[in-house]
Protein backbone atom coordinates (compact mmCIF):
# COMPACT_ATOMS: atom_id res chain seq x y z
CA UNK A 1 0.00 0.00 0.00
CA UNK A 2 1.60 3.06 -1.08
CA UNK A 3 0.46 6.77 0.32
CA UNK A 4 0.22 9.82 -1.55
CA UNK A 5 0.40 12.68 0.56
CA UNK A 6 -0.96 16.52 -0.84
CA UNK A 7 0.05 19.67 0.59
CA UNK A 8 -0.97 22.16 -1.77
CA UNK A 9 -3.35 23.28 -4.75
CA UNK A 10 -2.62 22.28 -8.09
CA UNK A 11 -1.74 24.87 -10.04
CA UNK A 12 -3.47 23.21 -13.09
CA UNK A 13 -6.69 24.15 -10.67
CA UNK A 14 -5.51 27.54 -11.28
CA UNK A 15 -5.30 27.58 -14.66
CA UNK A 16 -8.95 25.85 -14.98
CA UNK A 17 -10.17 28.78 -13.24
CA UNK A 18 -8.87 31.09 -15.13
CA UNK A 19 -10.13 29.92 -18.38
CA UNK A 20 -13.57 29.35 -17.22
CA UNK A 21 -14.54 33.22 -15.14
CA UNK A 22 -17.89 32.67 -16.86
CA UNK A 23 -18.74 30.09 -14.82
CA UNK A 24 -17.07 30.96 -11.23
CA UNK A 25 -20.61 32.40 -10.22
CA UNK A 26 -22.59 29.03 -11.12
CA UNK A 27 -19.77 27.12 -9.39
CA UNK A 28 -19.15 29.64 -6.37
CA UNK A 29 -22.88 28.07 -4.35
CA UNK A 30 -21.58 24.51 -5.23
CA UNK A 31 -17.87 25.01 -3.97
CA UNK A 32 -19.01 26.76 -0.48
CA UNK A 33 -21.13 23.91 0.37
CA UNK A 34 -18.71 21.35 0.01
CA UNK A 35 -16.36 23.45 1.85
CA UNK A 36 -19.02 23.94 4.67
CA UNK A 37 -18.67 20.37 4.54
CA UNK A 38 -15.50 19.37 4.70
CA UNK A 39 -15.07 21.60 7.34
CA UNK A 40 -17.99 20.25 9.60
CA UNK A 41 -15.33 16.88 8.62
CA UNK A 42 -13.06 18.71 9.93
CA UNK A 43 -14.41 19.87 12.90
CA UNK A 44 -15.70 16.34 13.54
CA UNK A 45 -12.36 15.04 13.62
CA UNK A 46 -10.74 17.92 15.69
CA UNK A 47 -9.95 16.57 19.51
CA UNK A 48 -9.60 19.67 21.48
CA UNK A 49 -8.24 18.23 24.51
CA UNK A 50 -5.92 16.12 22.61
CA UNK A 51 -5.14 19.10 20.01
CA UNK A 52 -6.19 22.55 21.97
CA UNK A 53 -7.79 25.23 20.18
CA UNK A 54 -9.10 24.31 16.59
CA UNK A 55 -7.90 26.67 14.40
CA UNK A 56 -10.63 27.26 12.39
CA UNK A 57 -10.90 31.12 11.88
CA UNK A 58 -8.06 34.22 11.68
CA UNK A 59 -8.93 34.47 15.41
CA UNK A 60 -8.86 31.25 16.96
CA UNK A 61 -5.79 30.48 15.04
CA UNK A 62 -4.70 33.96 16.22
CA UNK A 63 -5.45 32.87 20.30
CA UNK A 64 -4.00 29.72 19.16
CA UNK A 65 -0.76 31.36 18.45
CA UNK A 66 -0.45 34.21 21.05
CA UNK A 67 -0.38 31.27 23.79
CA UNK A 68 2.43 29.02 22.15
CA UNK A 69 4.34 32.97 22.47
CA UNK A 70 3.68 33.82 25.71
CA UNK A 71 5.47 30.41 26.68
CA UNK A 72 8.04 30.76 24.51
CA UNK A 73 9.09 34.74 25.60
CA UNK A 74 8.08 33.39 29.43
CA UNK A 75 11.10 31.09 28.58
CA UNK A 76 13.33 34.13 27.84
CA UNK A 77 13.32 33.49 23.98
CA UNK A 78 12.09 36.70 22.41
CA UNK A 79 12.82 35.81 18.72
CA UNK A 80 9.65 33.30 17.90
CA UNK A 81 8.45 32.03 14.86
CA UNK A 82 4.37 30.96 13.75
CA UNK A 83 4.14 29.09 10.65
CA UNK A 84 0.16 28.95 9.45
CA UNK A 85 0.65 26.81 6.28
CA UNK A 86 -2.46 27.46 4.39
CA UNK A 87 -2.11 28.50 0.75
CA UNK A 88 -3.86 32.01 1.53
CA UNK A 89 -1.50 32.65 4.39
CA UNK A 90 1.61 31.35 2.49
CA UNK A 91 3.68 33.88 0.20
CA UNK A 92 5.54 31.30 -1.33
CA UNK A 93 2.43 29.77 -3.12
CA UNK A 94 2.38 32.82 -5.49
CA UNK A 95 -0.33 35.80 -6.11
CA UNK A 96 -3.24 33.43 -7.41
CA UNK A 97 -2.94 32.02 -3.97
CA UNK A 98 -1.33 34.10 -1.18
CA UNK A 99 -3.96 36.95 -0.15
CA UNK A 100 -2.08 39.68 1.73
CA UNK A 101 -5.04 41.29 3.69
CA UNK A 102 -6.04 38.01 4.85
CA UNK A 103 -2.33 37.61 6.90
CA UNK A 104 -2.62 41.44 7.46
CA UNK A 105 -5.98 40.02 9.47
CA UNK A 106 -4.34 37.18 11.16
CA UNK A 107 -1.40 40.02 12.06
CA UNK A 108 -3.87 42.29 13.92
CA UNK A 109 -5.78 39.45 15.63
CA UNK A 110 -2.33 38.23 16.77
CA UNK A 111 -1.22 41.52 18.28
CA UNK A 112 -5.06 41.78 20.35
CA UNK A 113 -4.41 38.82 21.52
CA UNK A 114 -0.77 38.96 22.16
CA UNK A 115 -1.88 42.17 24.48
CA UNK A 116 -4.40 39.68 26.35
CA UNK A 117 -1.44 37.27 27.28
CA UNK A 118 0.70 40.05 28.59
CA UNK A 119 3.10 40.08 25.55
CA UNK A 120 2.99 43.28 24.23
CA UNK A 121 1.55 45.87 27.00
CA UNK A 122 0.28 48.30 24.80
CA UNK A 123 1.06 48.22 21.05
CA UNK A 124 3.11 45.96 18.55
CA UNK A 125 3.61 46.73 15.37
CA UNK A 126 2.50 45.07 12.41
CA UNK A 127 5.08 45.09 9.49
CA UNK A 128 4.54 44.58 5.33
CA UNK A 129 6.88 44.73 3.55
CA UNK A 130 6.72 48.24 1.83
CA UNK A 131 4.78 51.16 2.10
CA UNK A 132 2.75 49.80 -1.00
CA UNK A 133 1.58 46.65 0.34
CA UNK A 134 0.94 48.72 3.74
CA UNK A 135 -1.35 50.98 1.70
CA UNK A 136 -3.29 48.19 -0.09
CA UNK A 137 -4.16 46.49 3.43
CA UNK A 138 -5.16 49.58 5.00
CA UNK A 139 -7.39 50.79 2.07
CA UNK A 140 -8.83 47.44 2.04
CA UNK A 141 -9.67 47.02 5.83
CA UNK A 142 -11.04 50.49 6.06
CA UNK A 143 -13.54 49.59 3.33
CA UNK A 144 -14.36 46.61 5.40
CA UNK A 145 -14.92 48.24 8.98
CA UNK A 146 -16.91 51.19 6.92
CA UNK A 147 -19.49 48.30 5.27
CA UNK A 148 -19.41 46.72 8.41
CA UNK A 149 -20.29 49.73 9.68
CA UNK A 150 -23.14 50.73 7.49
CA UNK A 151 -24.69 46.93 7.46
CA UNK A 152 -24.50 47.04 11.01
CA UNK A 153 -28.37 46.63 11.72
CA UNK A 154 -28.54 44.50 8.39
CA UNK A 155 -25.95 42.38 9.61
CA UNK A 156 -27.46 41.80 13.36
CA UNK A 157 -31.00 40.42 11.83
CA UNK A 158 -29.16 38.34 9.56
CA UNK A 159 -27.29 36.52 12.00
CA UNK A 160 -30.80 35.73 14.32
CA UNK A 161 -32.05 34.76 11.06
CA UNK A 162 -29.31 32.02 10.20
CA UNK A 163 -29.70 31.27 14.25
CA UNK A 164 -32.78 30.48 13.98
CA UNK A 165 -32.33 28.25 10.78
CA UNK A 166 -29.29 26.27 12.40
CA UNK A 167 -31.59 23.06 13.00
CA UNK A 168 -33.13 23.12 9.66
CA UNK A 169 -29.66 23.47 7.79
CA UNK A 170 -27.61 20.61 9.76
CA UNK A 171 -29.33 18.10 8.48
CA UNK A 172 -28.13 19.04 4.80
CA UNK A 173 -24.39 19.81 6.12
CA UNK A 174 -24.69 16.19 7.69
CA UNK A 175 -25.22 15.11 4.18
CA UNK A 176 -22.59 17.00 2.59
CA UNK A 177 -20.53 15.82 5.20
CA UNK A 178 -21.60 12.39 4.35
CA UNK A 179 -21.64 12.76 0.65
CA UNK A 180 -17.40 14.18 1.30
CA UNK A 181 -16.95 10.91 2.92
CA UNK A 182 -18.08 8.34 -0.24
CA UNK A 183 -17.86 10.59 -2.92
CA UNK A 184 -17.89 8.42 -6.58
CA UNK A 185 -14.44 8.30 -8.08
CA UNK A 186 -14.85 11.50 -10.41
CA UNK A 187 -15.92 13.21 -7.92
CA UNK A 188 -12.80 12.62 -5.54
CA UNK A 189 -10.26 13.34 -8.58
CA UNK A 190 -11.67 16.06 -8.88
CA UNK A 191 -12.08 17.22 -5.21
CA UNK A 192 -8.89 15.51 -4.33
CA UNK A 193 -6.24 14.95 -6.68
CA UNK A 194 -6.73 18.14 -8.46
CA UNK A 195 -7.01 20.48 -5.14
CA UNK A 196 -6.25 19.80 -1.78
CA UNK A 197 -9.42 20.09 -0.82
CA UNK A 198 -8.91 19.75 3.36
CA UNK A 199 -6.42 22.67 3.12
CA UNK A 200 -8.96 24.73 0.95
CA UNK A 201 -11.64 23.75 3.07
CA UNK A 202 -9.40 25.72 5.88
CA UNK A 203 -8.72 28.31 3.96
CA UNK A 204 -12.03 29.09 3.02
CA UNK A 205 -13.35 29.51 6.54
CA UNK A 206 -10.52 31.40 7.55
CA UNK A 207 -11.12 33.99 4.72
CA UNK A 208 -14.25 35.22 6.06
CA UNK A 209 -17.19 36.53 4.22
CA UNK A 210 -15.27 38.75 1.68
CA UNK A 211 -14.60 35.67 -0.55
CA UNK A 212 -16.81 36.76 -3.40
CA UNK A 213 -16.34 40.61 -2.83
CA UNK A 214 -12.62 40.51 -4.38
CA UNK A 215 -13.48 43.19 -6.74
CA UNK A 216 -14.64 45.96 -3.45
CA UNK A 217 -11.15 45.81 -2.69
CA UNK A 218 -10.07 47.06 -5.89
CA UNK A 219 -12.10 50.63 -5.22
CA UNK A 220 -9.90 53.17 -4.88
CA UNK A 221 -9.46 56.18 -2.74
CA UNK A 222 -11.22 55.42 0.60
CA UNK A 223 -9.66 56.69 3.89
CA UNK A 224 -6.84 54.95 5.39
CA UNK A 225 -7.31 53.17 8.61
CA UNK A 226 -4.31 54.52 10.99
CA UNK A 227 -3.86 52.47 14.46
CA UNK A 228 -5.96 50.80 17.13
CA UNK A 229 -5.28 50.56 20.80
CA UNK A 230 -3.33 46.93 20.30
CA UNK A 231 -1.50 47.52 16.79
CA UNK A 232 -0.18 49.65 14.40
CA UNK A 233 0.33 48.66 10.80
CA UNK A 234 3.81 49.56 8.93
CA UNK A 235 5.46 48.22 6.56
CA UNK A 236 9.34 47.01 6.87
CA UNK A 237 10.63 49.37 4.24
CA UNK A 238 8.46 52.35 3.80
CA UNK A 239 8.71 54.16 0.83
CA UNK A 240 12.43 53.55 -0.07
CA UNK A 241 13.82 52.43 -2.98
CA UNK A 242 15.87 49.38 -2.90
CA UNK A 243 18.49 48.87 -5.42
CA UNK A 244 18.44 45.56 -6.85
CA UNK A 245 22.00 45.27 -7.00
CA UNK A 246 25.29 45.59 -4.14
CA UNK A 247 23.62 48.79 -2.86
CA UNK A 248 20.74 46.53 -1.32
CA UNK A 249 21.88 45.71 1.74
CA UNK A 250 23.01 49.45 2.40
CA UNK A 251 19.49 50.41 0.91
CA UNK A 252 17.52 47.89 3.22
CA UNK A 253 19.72 48.86 6.62
CA UNK A 254 18.64 52.95 5.94
CA UNK A 255 15.03 51.95 5.42
CA UNK A 256 14.20 49.66 8.45
CA UNK A 257 15.95 52.31 10.21
CA UNK A 258 13.95 54.91 9.58
CA UNK A 259 10.65 53.27 8.78
CA UNK A 260 10.05 49.51 10.92
CA UNK A 261 9.46 50.12 14.40
CA UNK A 262 8.86 52.82 16.73
CA UNK A 263 9.66 53.16 20.12
CA UNK A 264 6.00 53.01 21.43
CA UNK A 265 5.86 49.16 19.82
CA UNK A 266 5.88 47.08 22.62
CA UNK A 267 5.86 43.78 20.33
CA UNK A 268 7.03 43.45 16.63
CA UNK A 269 5.25 41.26 14.37
CA UNK A 270 6.78 41.03 10.74
CA UNK A 271 4.46 39.15 8.20
CA UNK A 272 5.70 36.99 5.26
CA UNK A 273 8.90 37.70 5.10
CA UNK A 274 10.45 36.40 1.48
CA UNK A 275 13.39 37.16 -0.74
CA UNK A 276 16.63 38.72 -0.20
CA UNK A 277 15.66 42.17 0.47
CA UNK A 278 13.04 41.24 3.01
CA UNK A 279 15.79 38.76 5.06
CA UNK A 280 18.22 41.51 5.30
CA UNK A 281 15.79 43.60 6.84
CA UNK A 282 14.56 40.79 9.31
CA UNK A 283 17.95 40.47 9.75
CA UNK A 284 18.65 44.05 10.94
CA UNK A 285 14.82 43.94 12.95
CA UNK A 286 16.39 40.90 15.26
CA UNK A 287 19.75 42.34 15.84
CA UNK A 288 18.68 45.69 16.59
CA UNK A 289 15.72 44.72 18.91
CA UNK A 290 15.80 40.54 19.69
CA UNK A 291 19.44 40.28 20.91
CA UNK A 292 20.16 39.68 24.59
CA UNK A 293 22.36 42.72 24.25
CA UNK A 294 19.95 45.39 22.65
CA UNK A 295 18.64 47.94 25.41
CA UNK A 296 15.09 47.93 23.13
CA UNK A 297 15.33 44.57 23.14
CA UNK A 298 11.57 43.41 23.04
CA UNK A 299 9.08 40.26 21.56
CA UNK A 300 9.89 39.78 17.93
CA UNK A 301 7.25 37.20 15.96
CA UNK A 302 7.67 36.20 12.63
CA UNK A 303 4.46 34.58 10.58
CA UNK A 304 5.36 32.92 7.67
CA UNK A 305 8.57 34.29 7.04
CA UNK A 306 10.01 32.38 4.42
CA UNK A 307 14.00 31.94 3.69
CA UNK A 308 16.02 29.69 1.36
CA UNK A 309 18.88 29.87 4.13
CA UNK A 310 18.42 30.57 8.09
CA UNK A 311 20.26 33.78 9.12
CA UNK A 312 22.71 33.55 11.63
CA UNK A 313 20.73 36.16 13.60
CA UNK A 314 17.10 33.55 13.68
CA UNK A 315 19.29 30.23 15.26
CA UNK A 316 18.25 30.92 18.34
CA UNK A 317 14.69 31.84 17.28
CA UNK A 318 12.43 29.32 18.56
CA UNK A 319 8.92 27.80 16.82
CA UNK A 320 5.92 28.48 18.70
CA UNK A 321 2.99 27.34 16.68
CA UNK A 322 3.19 25.47 13.38
CA UNK A 323 0.16 23.93 11.98
CA UNK A 324 0.25 21.81 8.33
CA UNK A 325 -2.67 20.18 6.67
CA UNK A 326 -2.44 17.07 4.60
CA UNK A 327 -3.93 14.48 2.71
CA UNK A 328 -2.91 11.36 2.67
CA UNK A 329 -4.62 8.88 -0.72
CA UNK A 330 -3.28 5.54 -0.21
CA UNK A 331 -3.07 3.01 -3.30
CA UNK A 332 -4.31 -0.66 -3.17
CA UNK A 333 -1.81 -2.81 -4.62
CA UNK A 334 -2.69 -5.77 -6.83
CA UNK A 335 -3.83 -8.55 -4.18
CA UNK A 336 -3.37 -6.54 -1.01
CA UNK A 337 -6.16 -5.53 0.94
CA UNK A 338 -8.73 -5.62 -1.93
CA UNK A 339 -11.56 -6.51 0.83
CA UNK A 340 -10.77 -2.69 1.84
CA UNK A 341 -11.88 -1.57 -1.50
CA UNK A 342 -15.52 0.30 -1.67
CA UNK A 343 -16.99 -0.82 -4.97
CA UNK A 344 -16.94 1.73 -7.51
CA UNK A 345 -14.20 3.55 -6.60
CA UNK A 346 -10.85 1.20 -8.04
CA UNK A 347 -7.91 1.08 -6.58
CA UNK A 348 -8.80 4.38 -4.36
CA UNK A 349 -9.63 3.51 -0.57
CA UNK A 350 -10.48 6.49 0.81
CA UNK A 351 -8.68 9.83 2.29
CA UNK A 352 -6.58 10.10 5.30
CA UNK A 353 -6.64 14.05 7.08
CA UNK A 354 -3.32 14.56 8.52
CA UNK A 355 -2.22 17.50 10.76
CA UNK A 356 1.19 18.55 11.82
CA UNK A 357 1.20 20.64 14.96
CA UNK A 358 3.72 22.53 17.36
CA UNK A 359 2.42 23.99 20.56
CA UNK A 360 5.00 25.27 22.25
CA UNK A 361 6.49 23.79 24.20
CA UNK A 362 5.05 20.85 23.60
CA UNK A 363 7.24 18.79 21.26
CA UNK A 364 6.12 18.69 17.09
CA UNK A 365 2.98 16.34 16.86
CA UNK A 366 1.60 14.41 14.14
CA UNK A 367 -2.16 13.75 14.00
CA UNK A 368 -4.06 11.42 11.58
CA UNK A 369 -7.59 11.00 10.88
CA UNK A 370 -7.95 7.45 8.35
CA UNK A 371 -10.74 7.50 6.17
CA UNK A 372 -13.39 4.99 7.44
CA UNK A 373 -10.75 3.44 10.28
CA UNK A 374 -11.02 5.98 13.07
CA UNK A 375 -12.37 8.32 15.50
CA UNK A 376 -11.03 11.13 15.02
CA UNK A 377 -7.52 12.74 14.58
CA UNK A 378 -5.42 9.94 16.81
CA UNK A 379 -1.59 11.19 17.92
CA UNK A 380 0.65 9.41 15.24
CA UNK A 381 3.94 10.61 16.55
CA UNK A 382 6.20 13.18 17.96
CA UNK A 383 9.56 14.77 17.45
CA UNK A 384 11.46 16.84 19.90
CA UNK A 385 11.78 19.92 18.15
CA UNK A 386 15.35 20.26 19.45
CA UNK A 387 16.45 16.86 17.43
CA UNK A 388 14.97 18.64 14.06
CA UNK A 389 17.79 20.18 11.68
CA UNK A 390 17.68 22.36 8.90
CA UNK A 391 16.40 26.18 7.95
CA UNK A 392 12.75 25.69 8.13
CA UNK A 393 12.84 24.47 11.56
CA UNK A 394 10.23 21.72 11.04
CA UNK A 395 10.04 18.06 11.11
CA UNK A 396 11.41 16.32 7.52
CA UNK A 397 9.02 15.09 5.37
CA UNK A 398 10.33 12.07 5.38
CA UNK A 399 9.22 11.76 8.57
CA UNK A 400 5.64 12.65 8.09
CA UNK A 401 5.14 10.34 5.44
CA UNK A 402 6.84 7.20 7.67
CA UNK A 403 4.79 7.89 10.53
CA UNK A 404 1.48 8.39 8.34
CA UNK A 405 2.23 5.20 6.59
CA UNK A 406 2.98 2.86 9.57
CA UNK A 407 -0.05 4.36 11.35
CA UNK A 408 -2.77 3.76 8.50
CA UNK A 409 -1.17 0.64 8.38
CA UNK A 410 -2.05 -0.36 11.88
CA UNK A 411 -5.36 1.24 11.19
CA UNK A 412 -5.58 -1.32 8.52
CA UNK A 413 -4.56 -4.43 10.06
CA UNK A 414 -6.75 -3.73 13.37
Known amino acids: MATKLSSSPNPRDENTENENDNDDDDDNAKKNDQLSAMRNALESSWDGDLMGILPSTPAAGAEASAEAVAAVVKDGVSVVMVNILLPSYDITQGPNSYDEVLMAEFGTALAENLKKVGVASKKSAVLLKN??????????????????????????????????????????????????????????????????????????????????????????????????????????????????????????????????????????????????????????????????????????????????????????????????????????????????????RGEDDGVTKIVLLRRYPKDWELFVDVSGRGNGF????????????????????????????????FKYRQ
Not at 156 to 182: A, I, P, T, Y
Not at 293 to 318: D, G, H, Q, Y
Not at 389 to 409: A, F
Open 378 to 409: ELAGSLEADGIVGSSKTPPMEWVSGCVKRHMD
Open 131 to 344: AESERNVKRTLEMKRRRNSENGQEGEEEKKEEESDVDDNESFRRQLQSSWEGKDETEEEDDVDDVDSYRRQLQSSWGGDDDDNTSEKKTPNPTPATTTSSYRIGSLLGEAYISPGPDMFDDVISAVDEYAVRDTDDAIIILSAHGPDSMIAVRRVVAAYGSDRSEKKRPIVLVNCKFETMPVELRTAVMGYSILPLLARQKINEGGFSSQQRQG
